[in-house]
């Protein structure tokens, strides 16, 4: 199998969900997509991570993104595990959580990292876009979990490049100012951002968030 990097096309697979049969590439369409891996059910940090999306589904709706969970159990298990999910963390699951009992999927998408563990995922996300193409990857260990509104922060971020040619600077959330891309030249700049820029250097060129 070979690395999985930003840019590549996303693997398509089917696979059995807690919503039936997903073919992902269909079930994505248009829109963009967020894939991560669940080490194992009935785990504790899953089932928190799990709920928190689910809490958090509107907000990926508004940006146009389309959730998946997996977890290398059957669906059998899974259907079993969402009513703890639900009872425990105050929130029904709302997306799809795909079965992965042969690894299949795992395995596509280099979840499986064989030192830290022979037979669990760790917990990888994974941003796609609408051209299929990964645009994100982060691997946490099994013990930590994610930060969902990191998560979302990245796609705010990848959506503010794709529509704006804008970069986001460190620490930067939503409504701070943005970086005007390096691709973008000075000509083409002035045509995008005719209020101008502050550029403390030629290379740093800052202005505000385009979409607010
Ligand atoms: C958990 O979700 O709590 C977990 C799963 C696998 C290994 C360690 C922790």
């Not at 089932?47 to 958090?56: C, I």
């Not at 669906?75 to 703890?84: I, R, T």
């Not at 998560?151 to 794709?162: E, F, G, N, P, Y």
Request: aromatic content about 8%; charged content about 25%.
């Amino acid at each position: 199998m070979a690395t999985l990097r930003l840019g590549d096309i996303a693997p398509d697979f089917t696979q059995d969900s807690t919503e039936g049969r997903i073919e992902f590439h269909k079930w994505l369409g248009n829109s963009w997509g967020v894939l991560f891996s669940h080490p194992k059910d009935f785990t504790p940090v899953c089932t928190t991570e799990l709920g928190a999306t689910a809490k958090l589904k509107g907000e990926f709706d508004k940006r146009n993104v389309k959730v998946l969970a997996i977890s290398v159990d059957p669906v059998e298990s899974h259907k079993g595990w969402v009513g703890d999910i639900e009872e425990t963390q105050g929130a029904a699951l709302n997306f799809p959580l795909i079965a992965d009992p042969e690894k299949k999927v795992a395995d596509l998408y280099d979840m499986i990292h064989p030192n830290a563990n022979d037979t669990l995922t760790v917990r990888s996300v994974f941003v796609i876009g609408p051209d299929k193409k990964v645009k994100l990857i982060i691997t946490y260990p099994a013990s930590t979990g994610r930060n969902i509104d990191e998560i979302l922060r990245v796609i705010d971020s990848l959506q503010l490049t794709a529509n704006y040619s804008v970069a986001t600077p460190v620490n930067w959330n939503d409504g701070d100012d943005v970086i005007i891309a390096s691709s973008v030249s000075d000509d083409d700049a002035k045509a995008k951002f005719p209020q101008g820029w502050d550029a403390p250097k030629p290379y740093l060129r800052i202005v505000p968030q385009p979409n607010k």
